[in-house]
């Protein structure tokens, strides 16, 4: 007997949050927050893709889908209110132009947070704002549906920015900014005054989504779910307490609001994704695909921990057993039943490796220590380019010419070192 296509029982919620960058992250993170807040009915989200076209079979459902886990449990979401693209320019700008909106929270991938100076497609994004046409990029299209909110004299917004990325608010706020000083005096005052950019850390493991999770949402709701999404059980969210806007109640499902965030900041990403990263870059040639895999790997496992122990000297306390955190995190990735990509998390790696990986050799280096681990995943990468090892050298960036630095990656590139 075929299952019935889950859909919408009634009218969408009110719209009052807009999120770009939708993926299955967003759909296993913050809706699923959304979803759990009381009272969840206060609050829809406008969903918009970054570069790609709205997922066809979330829209077929108006929104609605579940979040499966391996434990075979699953929550039915119904908190997207609507699903566009974000390349739809008109969609975006009247979203977030609309009043009731308080929010919009962003997963837009770490190479978003490059500013002007740094990305040519940024800068021509400045051109094109300047002449009334159509940004490309995440940034560029943010500052446009911005210019329509600023416009329509609405009030001001909280922006959320939800990528790892460390000081994720301040570094989106520093890039719009940069983009709005030539486009717009008068918007770029306003979102330098009364716009908040609180950053957040966010923790749940997601991969791409596969047939698992339709079967498990049908074995678990008795409805034909293709929009369902697999995730761990485990779920982490951190947020730098500085809205100057409401906020649904995210505490309520488990979110923590926090005055310093560096702690939590400096744990997820130079402990659980550099270890991840890791991985990435080593398992491949060992035949790996997933975490699960390359953790199970006694050499890459004893080359994490190692990893581990130089990063988290330098990471700030904040009262948090930081060896419970680990088991918890080693116990993620043994699990076989999220097939976590070693390629999905490959992607982007130098921008990854300047956020997870560069911290923990300065840190090390400035001490007097060798930062081995941290340069073992440096020179992982390096392996992996097909450009001389000077010109990958330079696109890793300055402070690869400290003497003692280059000659141990180049040591480590060269395989001589154990």
Not at 126 to 146: E, F, S
Not at 182 to 203: G, N, Q, R, Y
Not at 240 to 246: D, K, L, Q, T, Y
Not at 257 to 271: M, N
């Amino acid at each position: 007997m075929t299952a019935p296509r889950l859909h919408r029982s009634g009218a969408p919620p009110r719209t009052r949050l807009v999120h770009f960058g939708l993926g299955a992250f967003h759909r296993a993170h913050q809706a699923v927050y959304t979803q759990l807040s009381a009272p969840a009915d206060d609050w829809g989200i406008a969903a918009f893709t970054g570069r790609s076209v709205a997922p066809a079979a979330l829209v077929e459902q108006d929104g609605v889908y579940t979040v499966v886990t391996p434990d075979e449990e699953a929550l039915v979401v119904d908190r997207i209110a609507s699903v566009g693209s974000g390349s739809d320019r008109s969609a975006f700008r009247s979203a977030l132009a609309a009043p009731e909106v308080s929010a919009v929270t962003l997963t837009i991938t770490e190479a978003a947070y490059a500013g002007p100076d740094a990305a040519p497609d940024v800068r021509a994004d400045i051109a094109r704002l300047r002449n009334g046409n159509a940004p490309l990029t995440a940034p560029g299209r943010l500052v446009d549906a911005l210019r329509a909110r600023h416009a329509a004299q609405a009030d001001p917004v909280t922006v959320l920015a939800c990528d790892n990325v460390p000081r994720n608010g301040a570094r989106i706020r520093s890039v719009l900014l940069d983009i709005a000083a030539d486009v717009d005096e008068s918007l770029a005052t306003w979102i330098a005054d009364e716009l908040a950019f609180p950053s957040s850390v966010v923790d749940r493991i997601t991969p791409r989504p596969g047939d698992d999770a339709a079967r498990i949402s049908r074995s678990a709701t008795g409805f034909e779910d293709h929009a369902a999404v697999l995730a761990e059980p485990y779920r982490e969210w951190v947020i730098e307490n500085n809205a100057v806007s409401e906020l649904p109640d995210w505490a309520s499902a488990g979110a923590r609001f926090v005055d310093d965030l560096d702690a939590a900041e400096s744990r997820k990403l130079r402990l659980l994704n550099a270890g991840h990263l890791l991985l990435a870059l080593e398992g491949p040639a060992r035949g790996m695909r997933t975490v699960a895999e390359a953790w199970a790997d006694a050499e890459l496992r004893t080359s994490v921990q190692r990893l581990w122990e130089e990063a988290r000297r330098s990471i700030p306390e904040d009262g948090a057993d930081v060896d419970q955190w680990l088991t918890r995190v080693a116990t993620r990735f043994a699990d076989s039943r999220i097939e976590h990509q070693l390629a999905q998390i490959a992607e982007g790696a130098l921008e990854k490796l300047r956020v997870r990986i560069v911290p923990t050799v300065d840190a090390e280096v400035t001490a007097g220590r060798s930062a081995d681990a941290a340069l073992g995943v440096v020179a992982a990468w390096l392996r992996l380019q097909d450009s001389s090892l000077d010109e990958s050298l330079r696109r890793l960036g300055s402070w690869t010419e400290n003497g003692p630095v280059k000659a141990r990656l180049e040591a480590l590139h060269r395989h001589e070192l154990a």
